[in-house]
């Protein structure tokens, strides 16, 4: 199994991952519409022996009161439920990390489970002074800095790209 950018041909097999790993088709439609209208984004699939078994998507978000700083979005991220809890979760997180950080992101944000992100070194993102545009608890909106100090002094609320609300 390796981890790899997203191809064309890919799109079904993505598409297939995210229905099998969420009990609504709406993370699966929110990956279509960004791909079309998102811009950068960071999509990468684990691959096994060419099955798409994992599927993690990165989109531009923005921090209201600092718009010209460089922040990512992780959402959605999924693994088909047969191979779940085997590293590949942990894998594509770390290499989309790396991808944000390489095309200059400073920081990226997730809307995820309070006890599975901070292994990656996420922590809630109001202790960096960034709220969330939806109502969610504090401790399921976290960022992690991607370069350190890059979200010091900044606050606001963090803007998800327009494709969110309309799934």
């Known amino acids: 199994m390796h981890i790899r950018p997203e191809r064309g041909a890919d799109t079904p097999g993505i598409r297939t991952v995210n229905l099998t790993a ?34 993690i998507l990165f989109s531009p978000v923005t921090l209201t009161a600092h718009p010209g700083l460089r922040i990512m979005g ?26 944000c950080r390489r095309l200059g992101f400073g920081a990226v944000i997730v809307l995820g489970h309070a006890e ?8 809630p993102a109001s202790r960096f ?10 401790e399921v909106f976290m960022a992690l800095e991607l370069y350190q100090g890059i979200l010091q002094g900044k606050s606001g609320t963090i803007r998800y790209h327009p494709a969110f609300a309309t799934v």
């Open 74 to 99: 992780l959402a959605p991220m999924a693994v088909v439920p047969a191979r779940q809890r085997q590293g590949i979760g942990s894998a594509l997180i770390r290499e989309g990390l790396e991808h």
């Open 129 to 138: 002074g960034l709220g969330c545009e939806y109502d969610v608890p504090d």
């Open 22 to 55: 969420f009990e609504t088709p709406t993370e699966a439609d929110l990956v279509d519409v960004l791909r079309e209208q998102a811009e950068p984004i960071v999509s990468l699939v684990a691959d096994d022996d060419n099955a798409i078994v994992g599927h």
């Open 116 to 123: 599975y992100y901070p292994h990656f070194g996420f922590a």
